[in-house]
């Protein structure tokens, strides 16, 4: 199973951009998925995560900004990121809980990051 985020880059505070990451390889279930952050320096962090049934959760850091949304059909999870701010700036991780078999029970896997940077 492998994640492909895409979609980061620079944008001038106070603007938006749009990531995406899909899944692909031997996939039989995706359950939740969620996106985290790592900013230089510091410890990854939780930015927002949705259930298979599409139930979101969000830090309190992005909401109202941030909205997580996934196409099941195309395995792809992404995050609409409104109103950024330079504390904002980092590596953008995905991360899925998959299963490989019917009788397989998930297992997470991560993609390999997308840097955000926001700066005038």
């Known amino acids: 199973v492998q994640l492909q985020a895409s979609g980061g880059g620079l944008v001038q505070p106070g603007g938006s951009l749009r990531l995406s990451c899909a899944a692909s390889g031997s996939i039989f279930r995706v359950d939740h998925m969620a996106w985290y952050r790592q900013a230089p320096g510091k410890q990854r962090d939780f930015v927002a995560t949705?259930?298979?049934?599409?139930?979101?959760t969000y830090a309190d850091s992005v909401k109202g900004r941030f909205t997580i949304s996934r196409d099941n059909a195309k395995n792809t999870v992404y995050l609409q990121m409104n109103s950024l701010k330079p504390e904002d700036t980092a590596v953008y991780y995905c991360?899925?809980?998959?299963?490989?078999?019917?009788?397989?029970?998930?297992?997470?896997?991560w993609g390999q990051g997308t840097l955000v940077t926001v700066s005038s």
């Open positions: 949705i259930s298979s049934g599409g139930g979101t």
């Open positions: 991360k899925a809980a998959v299963a490989t078999a019917s009788y397989r029970r998930p297992d997470d896997y």
